[in-house]
Every structure is written in structure tokens, then in C-alpha cells.
């Protein structure tokens, strides 16, 4: 892509891979193969100016997505030798504020090729000029699609040499974000049909206090020449720019401020614009979060014939994420927004889905290396692991910032996620006594007759009358092993009338159950129940789940809507609790 003239304040390189990893002076094979099989890098580097920055001084996120697109589109160039376009950006989320006086870092290639479109990687770093400290700002994935000459077929060719670990997980990777692309249109649609149980369960109810339509913008813009790019179509990072702007304005109508941006959610090009369109940008806040708001952007184009009979094409639409301006993160958060129309109810619900799907693919791909999470168990530290068991229970249902994601009779699903640590909560109304409750559910012997998700659970030890020891054992997911767990059983019963049953679990290390080759060892760091007396025969039972590595297998599929594991789950709960006889009841 043509950069635009920003571009020529800074330095665009196309690199070998080899080279990068110092292995350009490798004698194998002669200098023309070695250029077809490595993959290129292309790298930009810019020194962030004045004309770039916001007007708190940091570089606007509109000028860097116009830099990741052309960065990206020269990738994509190099690798298919033909011209290419933008059909998509995935999420980026944000990371770092970049000053002005500071110098960015693009790097960008090829990741994976598929039969007409490829994925693009993109990181992006910044350098402070006197310390030289290198932060991440964000990582980004864009799908490009080759542009054919004439009638041509085309078919890109593989990435077919992987010359580094990180190489061959992006590769590996690529695959699994495409499919979840691929799926994202169905997943959305079918997380829709059961929105509407959602209606007054969260902000947004008709006694809230500020109406979207305050916060709408339109806006409009005329294509020149210094907007297109080499094949006579708007830049797409200019539009992205333009976007950006428009849902800024939105969204510092409701909050009175600047917020920050945080995240965009995918991008999406549906047709192309060129010189002498107009284009109009329509922004408005669908709905607010506990610490985020969402401000949805679409995008009409016009050439002079639609614009005088009014007839517009669709050529983008997105979202964009904004954080409370960090001056105010920690003690703010965004007011309650309420619908006046059927089609603000429409957006207000598709938020809710939307950052369903978003937390997701966030969590679903996250590579995120975890240090162990099992403590040993032995006699000298049982009162502390036991204390601690039920601290971080107790402390994780207290947490502000629960957002319910699914709702239907007797069930409720919801998520929080703090920094990159995400949990769960599935609130269950039985109508049972909380003290049956709390006996039942704190024999885990008694769990795999009504979660699926345990093969087995065996004592291993007891500790005293509330603390025992227990292995689990749980099914395969995805081709993997099957997972085991050892994990510490701690129950408290109320101290004072009003107080909770406590059934707290996490993973301990213990000598006589060693790793089994046959498993998968996996560790939960805090979870268990919390049941509440509602009336005299009924109790509300919450199961919270603070989730690991080795808990996301078996809620991913519920998290991005293509299976509701955790609803079903908990209506086995419930059916086990009602139906149970008295004489299961064991005194532990």
C-alpha cells in the first residue's frame, strides 16, 4: 500500500526471517532459494510526532491503525506478489500509551496462507528514546485477500518455511483463529435468539438514567486523492481512522471526558469506496459495562449518483471498546445506559453477546503461560491452605464487576475479568434447604452423578471434619489427554445467621498421587460454592470458578456460544438437589 504522508516521517524495511535470527550467512542452497523460503518481515519504525498525538499528548489510535493496515498490507504483498486488500481485523486490545518523543516499532508478516486470503501477524512495541525500555502496545491479526489480474485464479502459496518455535505456534494458531472467524457470524446469531432472557437482567433497564440516542454522532467525509491507496480504493487504515474519531466523540458524550480506547472488535470491510465518495460515519453508545463501554461505528459510502438519490452502500462496520481516562479508572465507572427504541434494544442486547464472544477468543487463544498454581500439602501448613482455601473463595464472590452473560429460568451465567484473570459465577435458585445444600455439594464423591465434567473424584484423605483430600478425574476435550486434579475440600458452616455455606476447593501437590502419564495434570486455583438461605425451603446455590488453563477446556464452548456446558451443568445441579433422597445425605 501507498503509505500516507505521515509514513514519510518514519522507515519501512522488508526483512528475512533468517536474517532477523542470524542465520543470513547459512551456505545452503543458493541466494534465490533462501529468498523464496524465508518468511518476510516487514518493519516500520516511526518517531511519534506532535501531528500524530490526541490532545492528551499520546499517540492518537487512529494514526496507528492507519500504520498497522499498511504495514500489514506490505506483508501481505511480499508473500503473495500480487496486490492484496483488507477483509478483516481481529480484536486489539491496547495495551500501552505511546507519548509523544517515543518511537514505535511495526513488525508484520504472513502467518499462515490459506486458498485466496492469508492472515497477516502484526506487534507492535514502543521505545522510550533515553531509558531504551521496549513495552508491547498490542498485537494484532489482520486476513488479507489477493486481488486476481483479469480472469486469474488465484491460489496463494503456502508458508511453508517455519524456521522458529513462535513460527510454528503462529502457524499452528492461524488455523484455530480462522475457524473461530468462520464461526463468529453463527455463534453471534445463535447467542442472539436467547438474548432476549436478558431483557432487565443488567444495566439498562428502563429506569436507567442516560439514553443512547444522547450520545449519537454522524459525521461525513470526502474521499481525495491523498485518502486512496495504490489501487484507487480508500485506504482502509484511513477509514479506520475516520471511524475511530466518530466513535471517540460518541462515547465522551456520555462520559463527559475523553475515555480511553481499549479494544477494537474486528473490523470488518464489506465493499470498497474510492476518490470522490463521500462518506458518512454513523456512531452510538449501545451499551455500558462496569469499567468499558462499547460505541458501535457503520459506515455508508455515496458516490455523486447515490447521493442524490440517497441510496448508500454498507462498506464497514465495527466496535469500539473504551476504558474509563485513567486518571478516574479506579474510581469510576460508566452510567447505566437505557434503549428508547426496538433497534436500541437490538444493539443494547448484541453488546452483551458481543463481549461474550470477544472474552472468548481472548481467553481461547491466549498463550499465556501460567507458574504452578499447586501448593504441597503437608500437616505444618493444613491451617493456613485450609484458611486460605476459604479467603480466596469468599474473596472472589465479593469482587465487583459481575456481568451476567446468559439468563433462563433458575439460572444465571455471569463473568468478570480483572487485568487478564477471568472467572465465572452460575447462580442456581434450588428449592431445597441451604443446609441439604451444603451437605450434598461438599461430598464431592456424590459430584460425577450429576457433572459430566467429573469422570471420578476419590478421597484421599481426610484432613478433619471439614477439610478433606480428593482426586478427580475428568474426560478428555479436544483430542487432549484426559485432565486430573488433586485438589483440597474445605467447608464452613454459617457463623451467624445471614452468613453463607461455604464449600471452597484449589489444587495442592500431594506425594501420594503423583502424576500419571496417562493424564493431563491440571490445577484449579480457586473455586467451590457459596449457598444462601432465599426462604425457609429454597437457597440460592453460586458456583464461582476462578479459571485456569487447565478449567478452559471444558467452558470454552459455553463462553463462545457454541455449546451452553455450564447451563446444562447447572441444571443437573438442581435436579440432583431437588430429587435427592434423605438418605444420601451423609454427615461427612
Known amino acids: 500500500m501507498n503509505p500516507d504522508s505521515s509514513v514519510l516521517n518514519g522507515t519501512v524495511d522488508i526483512v528475512n526471517e533468517g536474517h532477523l535470527n542470524g542465520t543470513a550467512g547459512d551456505s545452503s ?46 506483508a501481505a504483498e511480499k508473500h503473495a506478489g500480487l496486490p492484496c486488500v483488507t477483509a478483516s481485523i481481529d480484536d486489539i486490545q491496547f495495551e500501552e500509551t505511546v507519548r509523544v518523543g ?9 502467518n499462515r496462507a490459506f486458498n485466496t486470503s492469508m492472515e497477516v501477524g502484526i506487534r507492535v512495541v514502543v521505545q522510550d528514546v533515553l531509558t531504551g525500555v521496549l513495552k508491547r502496545v498490542c498485537v494484532a491479526y489482520s486476513t488479507f485477500v489477493a486481488k486476481p489480474v483479469g480472469t486469474q485464479k488465484i491460489r496463494l502459496k503456502p508458508v511453508d518455511c517455519l524456521t522458529t518455535a513462535e ?16 464461526y463468529n457470524e453463527d455463534a453471534f446469531t445463535k447467542l442472539m435468539q436467547d438474548s432476549h432472557l436478558l431483557k432487565g437482567v443488567a444495566n439498562g433497564k428502563e429506569s436507567s438514567q442516560i439514553s443512547t440516542e444522547r450520545t449519537r454522532v454522524q459525521s461525513i ?42 479494544s477494537v472488535d474486528m473490523f470488518k470491510f464489506r465493499g470498497p469506496s474510492s476518490v470522490g465518495d463521500r462518506l458518512v460515519f454513523k456512531a452510538i453508545v449501545n451499551n455500558t459495562f462496569q469499567k468499558s463501554l462499547e460505541v458501535g461505528v457503520r459506515v455508508e459510502a455515496y458516490d455523486c449518483e447515490e447521493w442524490t438519490r440517497g441510496k448508500a452502500r454498507h462498506i464497514n462496520s465495527a466496535f469500539l471498546i ?75 464472590a465479593g469482587k465487583h464487576g459481575w456481568e451476567v452473560n446468559s439468563s433462563q429460568p433458575k439460572i444465571r451465567v455471569y463473568m468478570n475479568e ?22 450434598l455439594l461438599s461430598d464431592l464423591s456424590l459430584r460425577p452423578s450429576w457433572d459430566r465434567h467429573y469422570s471420578s473424584c476419590e478421597e484421599v484423605q481426610v484432613v478433619n471434619e471439614d477439610d478433606k483430600l480428593y482426586h478427580i478425574t475428568c474426560p478428555a476435550v479436544n483430542k487432549d ?57 429454597t437457597c440460592k446455590v453460586s458456583y464461582y470458578n476462578q479459571v485456569t488453563s487447565g478449567v478452559l477446556p471444558y467452558i470454552a464452548g459455553n463462553l463462545a456460544g457454541w455449546s451452553k456446558s455450564m447451563e446444562e451443568t447447572a441444571s443437573s445441579c438442581i435436579e440432583f438437589l431437588e430429587n435427592v433422597t434423605d438418605q444420601k445425605i451423609c454427615a461427612f
Not at 518481515?41 to 510526532?49: K, N, R
Not at 513460527?167 to 468462520?182: T, V
Open 221 to 262: 467525509e470526502l474521499v481525495l486523492p491523498p485518502h486512496a491507496n495504490h489501487h484507487g480504493n480508500t485506504f482502509g487504515g484511513q477509514i479506520m481512522a475516520w471511524m475511530e474519531n466518530a466513535a471517540t466523540v460518541a462515547a465522551s458524550r456520555l462520559y463527559g471526558t475523553y475515555p480511553t480506547l481499549k
Open 418 to 439: 480483572e487485568l487478564d484473570t477471568l472467572s465465572v459465577q452460575v447462580e442456581m435458585h434450588v428449592t431445597v434447604s441451604s443446609l441439604q445444600a451444603f451437605f
Open 322 to 396: 473504551y476504558n474509563a481516562s485513567s486518571d478516574k479508572a479506579q474510581t469510576q465507572t460508566f452510567p447505566s445506559v437505557k434503549y428508547t427504541s426496538k433497534d436500541g434494544q437490538r444493539r443494547y442486547l448484541a453488546a452483551i453477546v458481543r463481549k461474550r464472544i470477544r472474552l472468548a477468543r481472548k481467553h481461547i487463544l491466549s498463550s499465556k503461560e501460567e507458574g504452578p498454581l499447586s501448593v504441597p500439602w503437608d500437616k505444618s501448613n493444613q491451617a493456613y491452605l485450609s484458611y486460605n482455601n476459604v479467603a480466596a473463595l469468599t474473596v472472589l
Open 29 to 74: 542452497g543458493t541466494e534465490e532459494g533462501k529468498s523464496f523460503n524465508m518468511m518476510p518481515e516487514v518493519e516500520m519504525c516511526q518517531s511519534v510526532l506532535p501531528c500524530h498525538a490526541n490532545h492528551k499528548g499520546g499517540l492518537s489510535a487512529g494514526q496507528l491503525l492507519k500504520w498497522i493496515d499498511i504495514i500489514a498490507c506490505l
Open 102 to 110: 517515543q518511537i514505535i516499532n511495526i513488525k508484520a508478516k504472513v
Open 481 to 537: 489427554k484426559p485432565r486430573d486434579f488433586v485438589v483440597l475440600m474445605s467447608r464452613r458452616q454459617p457463623c451467624k445467621e445471614g452468613d453463607s455455606y461455604i464449600v471452597a476447593l484449589r489444587s495442592v501437590t500431594v506425594a501420594s498421587v503423583p502424576p500419571d502419564p496417562d493424564y493431563m495434570r491440571s490445577e484449579v486455583l480457586c473455586a467451590g460454592f457459596l449457598i444462601k438461605d432465599a426462604s425457609r425451603a
Open 167 to 182: 513460527d510454528h505456534l503462529e502457524y499452528a494458531l492461524a488455523s484455530e483463529r480462522r475457524r473461530l472467524r468462520l
